[in-house]
């Protein structure tokens, strides 16, 4: 049920993340908009306070995302008032300049870097612990938040699956270990398993490598591969 639901939305008080806003709180969810526009967030407020009496509850908070003091006042007022976070909607981009890039100012540049670029990261940071917290409280994934929530979850794999191929073997090697300690039963644990045990034989570290397999055997292994 997505009415029991607590939702952050970055550049939610107008377009795009406005929608989406209204799409949360008509359907009951207590809903948290941050955005650069303080008189977006102020018409914002004023017309959830004419709405029907059933809807969600809206929490408005001025932020720039490309600020990371700003993210973490953000996501720390959730987190001091609900405890966890159902869904991330990381919303919050620019067009940029569209200039050739003789006639592109850099101050265009970096701003769009930092909104695109670093103010993704900076709410994904932030947003990935509250996630996972929400899921250990229920022990699984709500309703319509599970594939929003999967995305963060699987930023984990994506990046030890990434340092395994460019080669860095201690480094995925460490990377796969904490994804399992950090995301116990995700899709991907099988794999990720099978990917580590692989790495701790390369390092001639048999016994390690039977204890992260032996979850996926019937039975429990022993030194012998019994």
């Not at 639901?5 to 550049?11: D, F, K, P, R, S």
């Not at 209204?22 to 004023?46: H, K, M, P, W």
């Not at 408005?60 to 869904?87: N, P």
């Not at 919050?92 to 993704?120: C, E, K, R, Y």
Request: charged share 20%.
């Amino acid at each position: 049920s997505i009415s029991s639901q607590i939702v952050a939305i970055t550049a939610g008080a107008s377009g795009i993340g406005r929608v989406v806003a209204e799409f949360f709180l008509e359907r009951g969810s207590v809903v948290y908009i941050c955005d650069v526009d303080a008189a977006a967030l102020t018409e914002a407020v004023s017309t959830n306070e004419e709405a029907t009496s059933d809807r969600g509850i809206l929490h408005c908070v001025k932020a720039d995302v490309s600020c990371y003091d700003d993210v973490q006042r953000f996501f720390t007022q959730i987190e001091g008032e609900q405890g966890h976070l159902d869904v991330l909607v990381n919303n919050a981009g620019v067009s940029g300049p569209t200039a050739p890039v003789a006639a592109m100012a850099p101050a265009d540049w970096d701003q769009t870097i930092s909104v695109d670029l670093n103010g993704q990261f900076y709410c994904a940071r932030e947003a990935i612990p509250l996630l996972k917290a929400a899921v250990a409280r229920t022990g699984n994934l709500k309703g319509d938040a599970a594939e929003v929530a999967k995305l963060a979850v699987d930023a984990g794999y994506q990046q030890a699956m990434a340092l395994l191929e460019n080669g860095a073997g201690e480094d995925a090697l460490g990377a796969l270990a904490a994804y399992l300690e950090s995301f116990p039963g995700s899709s991907n644990e099988s794999e990720v398993r099978l990917q580590l045990a692989y790495l701790q034989l390369d390092s001639a570290n048999a016994g390690e490598a039977l204890k992260t397999v032996a979850p996926l055997c019937d039975g429990p292994a022993d030194a012998a591969g019994r």
